[in-house]
């Protein structure tokens, strides 16, 4: 006799098991320096006693695939069928305004040229006090990523659009101390860090690279973000900093000739002669961004072939594979949510160049592939502070499989995907936009002390969704949900996703919906989605 379908008999020999979810198994992954023996097994599964019976729903997609892109319609299914907004608290307008006086005030340091990379208002290992300044500091200075331009050009676009004179003064000290300095001159590419005025290669993340050298991922993120500054400041002053832009053409051709055979950027130049010294990785693809940049700035094309022959190799290498890997230098290579970013970028810097429609289904195919790490319900948090003010997940992206907190770099999508909606009329993006700045405009302090420290405006980059990741602890020994400090890079991602293309064409005061997105978007030139 068969058993009634979806009812699993057990008798005194025989025993079934069904995972939902995952175990942490045969470890505790917590994050890739901390790894911990297997917990007990009591605190996951359920057990059936002898003629005990479970009742569960799977759904189960049978659908032909070419490659792994397949998977794209079933996560927006999945997005539909269980999509809750982040809590609703906040505006853009407020959000600017709160994070970027908080940095201003609390993160510069004057004579340091730039922000700190932490911020502390209790006491935290490693941390230092500097006089005259209220709170304690970790510097971590770098060119770009965490700490340097990651930082400095967001706060520049917020001075600009509050009208902050002082404010901008401080990002421009940053940036410009940054161009001016930051370049090798044995090999003309910029050093990705800097500690007290001395530039290196040597940054936090070091001692986890196979080979030392400049990071193409910093590299191009250094010099995109340089023209980002160059932008900002014509299009709001009239300001031409011809002398920023005569470095940054002096890089970008360097950066060319790094490619290989395929059209990948390096992973690692080399410190010496800047030649290509490790590849196989997707990190190198802001190189690229940086070039299609520049190409869509200044009008020069000359290396428009070896960058659609670049863009090309990184879509079919990686983004067709759904599997980007080797961006941040923290993850060791791991497939991660953050070099997707630099690609989206390219793209679409490359459409605005040749016009090719081909250009905004890969930006499409990107959207897809970041959101495939980013959250489209509210995950239950059990653990102060997070569950205590109410944070959502929703909005939010996993940063990689080897550190999978929620951060908020993601955020700078928030321009992109504006960008996109200017021509195609797709909601699903549309929905996934509103996501993403309703999270940003609720994952900081909006009151001082909201989550535990700080004033308000201050916010980390770390937030544990889940068990799993939490590390950080109160000074009783309970565990802390997230990090419990100002972060001005952390901060810099929201703001440079409402700063933008978002600040131009919707309502500063108000949480958008997908409505009032495709209402704002008036220069649909073609239907998708």
Same mark, same amino acid.
């Given at each position: 006799?068969?058993?009634?379908?979806?009812i699993v008999?057990?008798?005194?020999?025989?025993?079934?098991?069904?995972t939902?979810?995952?175990?942490?198994?045969p470890?505790?992954?917590?994050?890739?320096?901390?790894?911990?023996?297997?917990?007990?097994?009591?605190?996951?599964?359920?057990?059936?006693?002898?003629?005990?019976?479970?009742?569960m729903?799977?759904?189960?997609v049978?659908?032909?695939?070419?490659?792994?892109?397949?998977i794209?319609?079933?996560?927006?299914?999945?997005?539909r069928?269980?999509?809750?907004?982040?809590?609703?608290?906040?505006?853009?307008?407020?959000?600017?305004?709160?994070?970027?006086?908080?940095?201003?005030?609390?993160?510069?340091?004057?004579?340091?040229?730039?922000?700190?990379?932490?911020?502390?208002?209790h006491?935290?290992?490693?941390?230092?006090?500097?006089?005259?300044?209220?709170?304690?500091?970790?510097?971590?200075?770098?060119?770009?990523?965490?700490?340097?331009?990651?930082?400095?050009?967001?706060?520049?676009?917020?001075?600009?659009?509050?009208?902050?004179?002082?404010?901008?003064?401080?990002?421009?000290?940053?940036?410009?101390?940054?161009i001016q300095?930051?370049?090798?001159?044995?090999?003309?590419?910029?050093?990705?860090?800097?500690?007290?005025?001395?530039?290196?290669?040597?940054?936090?993340?070091?001692?986890?690279?196979?080979?030392?050298g400049?990071?193409?991922?910093?590299?191009?993120?250094?010099?995109?973000?340089?023209?980002?500054a160059?932008?900002?400041?014509?299009?709001?002053?009239?300001i031409?900093?011809?002398?920023?832009?005569?470095?940054i053409?002096?890089?970008i051709?360097?950066?060319?000739?790094?490619?290989?055979a395929?059209?990948?950027?390096p992973?690692?130049?080399?410190?010496?002669?800047?030649?290509?010294?490790?590849?196989?990785?997707?990190g190198?693809?802001?190189?690229?961004? @940086?070039?299609?940049?520049?190409?869509?700035? /200044? +009008? *020069?094309?000359?290396d #428009? %072939?070896g &960058?659609?022959?670049?863009?090309?190799?990184?879509?079919?290498?990686?983004?067709?594979?759904?599997?980007?890997?080797?961006?941040?230098?923290?993850?060791?290579?791991?497939?991660?949510?953050?070099g997707?970013?630099g690609?989206?970028? @390219?793209?679409?810097?490359?459409y605005?160049? /040749? +016009? *090719?429609?081909?250009? #905004? %289904?890969? &930006?499409?195919?990107?959207?897809?592939y970041?959101?495939?790490?980013?959250?489209?319900?509210?995950s239950?948090?059990?653990v102060?502070?997070?569950n205590?003010?109410?944070?959502?997940?929703?909005?939010?992206?996993?940063?990689?499989?080897?550190?999978a907190?929620?951060?908020?770099?993601?955020?700078?999508?928030?321009?992109?995907?504006?960008?996109y909606?200017?021509?195609?009329?797709?909601?699903y993006?549309?929905?996934?936009?509103?996501?993403?700045?309703?999270?940003?405009?609720?994952?900081?302090?909006?009151k001082?002390?909201?989550?535990?420290?700080?004033?308000v405006?201050?916010?980390?980059?770390?937030?544990?969704?889940?068990?799993?990741?939490?590390d950080?602890?109160?000074?009783?020994g309970?565990?802390?949900?997230?990090?419990?400090?100002?972060?001005?890079?952390?901060?810099?991602?929201?703001?440079d996703g409402?700063?933008g293309?978002?600040?131009d064409v919707?309502?500063?005061?108000?949480?958008?919906?997908?409505?009032?997105?495709?209402?704002?978007?008036?220069?649909?030139?073609?239907e998708?989605?």
């Amino acid at each position: 006799m068969l058993p009634t379908p979806g009812i699993v008999p057990c008798d005194d020999h025989a025993s079934v098991g069904v995972t939902i979810g995952y175990e942490n198994a045969p470890w505790l992954f917590v994050s890739s320096t901390d790894i911990r023996e297997r917990p007990d097994s009591a605190e996951g599964p359920i057990t059936l006693a002898p003629g005990g019976a479970a009742i569960m729903r799977l759904d189960i997609v049978d659908a032909p695939a070419r490659d792994e892109r397949a998977i794209i319609p079933v996560l927006e299914t999945v997005y539909r069928r269980f999509h809750e907004p982040p809590r609703q608290v906040g505006a853009p307008a407020r959000a600017i305004r709160d994070i970027a006086v908080a940095v201003d005030r609390d993160a510069w340091l004057e004579d340091e040229h730039m922000y700190a990379g932490f911020v502390f208002d209790h006491h935290s290992p490693g941390d230092e006090i500097i006089e005259g300044k209220p709170y304690m500091y970790r510097r971590l200075g770098s060119s770009s990523w965490t700490n340097g331009m990651a930082s400095a050009v967001p706060m520049l676009a917020s001075a600009w659009r509050l009208g902050d004179d002082a404010m901008r003064r401080h990002a421009l000290d940053g940036i410009e101390h940054i161009i001016q300095h930051c370049i090798n001159p044995t090999n003309g590419l910029p050093y990705t860090a800097v500690e007290h005025e001395r530039w290196s290669n040597r940054g936090w993340w070091f001692d986890g690279l196979s080979n030392p050298g400049h990071s193409g991922y910093l590299v191009g993120q250094t010099m995109y973000s340089a023209l980002r500054a160059w932008q900002i400041e014509r299009r709001f002053g009239g300001i031409d900093h011809s002398d920023w832009l005569k470095i940054i053409g002096n890089v970008i051709p360097r950066l060319a000739a790094g490619r290989n055979a395929v059209g990948e950027y390096p992973f690692v130049f080399d410190e010496m002669d800047g030649s290509g010294a490790e590849y196989e990785s997707f990190g190198g693809v802001w190189c690229l961004a @940086a070039s299609a940049y520049w190409a869509l700035l /200044t +009008g *020069d094309h000359s290396d #428009l %072939d070896g &960058m659609l022959l670049s863009e090309r190799h990184y879509h079919d290498r990686y983004v067709a594979h759904m599997e980007c890997y080797g961006a941040p230098l923290d993850t060791s290579k791991a497939v991660d949510s953050e070099g997707i970013l630099g690609y989206i970028k @390219a793209v679409g810097c490359l459409y605005a160049i /040749t +016009g *090719d429609a081909m250009y #905004l %289904d890969r &930006m499409r195919e990107a959207f897809a592939y970041e959101c495939s790490f980013r959250f489209c319900w509210n995950s239950p948090v059990g653990v102060p502070p997070l569950n205590e003010v109410g944070w959502s997940s929703c909005g939010g992206s996993v940063t990689s499989t080897s550190n999978a907190h929620i951060h908020p770099m993601s955020s700078v999508a928030i321009e992109d995907m504006v960008y996109y909606l200017r021509y195609r009329n797709d909601t699903y993006i549309a929905s996934r936009l509103c996501d993403a700045v309703g999270w940003s405009c609720q994952t900081y302090n909006l009151k001082d002390g909201e989550y535990g420290y700080g004033r308000v405006g201050w916010m980390s980059e770390r937030f544990c969704h889940c068990q799993g990741f939490l590390d950080e602890r109160y000074p009783d020994g309970s565990l802390c949900s997230t990090w419990r400090c100002l972060m001005p890079w952390a901060a810099g991602a929201i703001l440079d996703g409402l700063t933008g293309l978002y600040w131009d064409v919707m309502p500063h005061d108000e949480l958008p919906t997908v409505t009032m997105v495709s209402r704002a978007m008036g220069c649909v030139h073609d239907e998708k989605g």
